[in-house]
């Protein structure tokens, strides 16, 4: 479903099946490749963030255990797991990491046919018009903006009920 792209609004997303925004998800369902790998497929942005985190820190078995996750829950519960993990690394690389895995997932998606369901669809057995990159694209130049409640990392910590309230009150997380 295009955005609309002449509103000023902030464009909140949290949960990857919100027929609207769950595209903007790090769990939406679209497997994509890296040029740099091609033989990798990553189920998800979340996949690629926590196969990536272990290989930051030479976790290659969890690095394999993460890209092997049936879903992007039991990946991010893997990304816990990873040997050798330092604080300090981790928040000097994770923005350059989960950037590039969201250029190539919306650039790199192997398939977009029969993933995605959304409300621009007659029947919702029906794919979502247009690519993920298009659909990013059509957003403009909105802010957009991770409405999490529970993360305060790579959300704002509140529902996007609550969200310019928050902001006006200087509350917001890293998003």
């Given amino acids: 479903m295009a955005q609309d792209s002449s509103s000023s609004d902030p464009l909140y997303f949290w949960r990857e ?18 040029d740099e790998d091609a033989k990798k497929t990553y189920k998800t942005a979340e996949h690629y963030m926590m196969h990536h985190k272990a290989l930051l820190f030479n976790d290659h078995a969890m690095a394999l255990k993460c890209l092997g996750a049936k879903h992007p829950r ?6 816990r797991k990873i040997k050798n ?15 590039r895995g969201n250029i190539l ?31 990013l694209l059509a957003t403009g ?23 310019d309230m928050a902001r006006e009150g200087g509350a917001w997380g890293e998003n």
């Fill in 17 to 34: 099946t919100d027929p609207a925004t769950g595209y903007l998800s790090q769990w939406y369902n679209c497997p994509f490749s890296d």
């Fill in 85 to 99: 993990f330092d604080e300090e690394t981790w928040t000097a690389h994770r923005r350059k990491i989960v950037r």
């Fill in 74 to 79: 039991d990946c991010k519960s893997l990304g």
């Fill in 105 to 135: 997932k919306f650039t790199r998606a192997i398939s977009d046919e029969g993933i995605r369901r959304g409300a621009s669809a007659k029947r919702k057995s029906e794919p979502v018009q247009g690519s993920l990159r298009e659909m």
């Fill in 141 to 163: 130049d909105r802010e957009i903006v991770e409405a999490s409640p529970f993360d305060r990392i790579w959300g704002i910590g509140f529902r996007a009920a609550d969200a």
